[in-house]
């Protein structure tokens, strides 16, 4: 399974789309660094590519992210990373989504790969 597929899927379920994309029928792969979207739109059959960190960087997307996956409220943590010595001396308070997009940052920084993020974020034992 594709996680970082099926998370973009997620996204565009809770509402994220893209300014180009009026589609009835959209298909998603993700493609490297690329995102392909077959459509079936008004004008018929068509193909689109857009690179991933249209979406990724998009706070939009993580929001509805958020809501196809039923997060709510707010988070107030503190938060350690490999990259820290200690735990972040003033804790957050975001959304839960932009806590999400904080901790896919770190992830990314660590070295760590797209996918085992959001296989991460997606296992249901995680959720």
Do not use: C
């Amino acid at each position: 399974m594709n996680y970082t597929n099926l998370a973009i899927k997620k996204m565009v379920e809770g509402g994220w789309k893209f300014p180009r994309w009026g589609l009835k029928d959209l298909q998603l792969e993700v493609e490297g660094q690329y995102i392909g979207t077959w459509s079936n739109d008004e004008g018929g059959p068509g193909y689109d590519k857009i690179r991933i960190e249209v979406v990724l960087l998009d706070p939009l997307a993580w929001q509805a992210l958020g809501k196809a996956l039923g997060w709510s409220g707010r988070i107030r943590a503190r938060y350690y990373t490999q990259l820290a010595t200690e735990y972040v001396k003033n804790p957050l308070d975001v959304p839960q989504w932009g806590f999400q997009m904080l901790k896919f940052t770190h992830h990314l920084i660590e070295g760590k790969s797209i996918e085992s993020y959001f296989q991460e974020l997606l296992t249901p034992s995680n959720k």
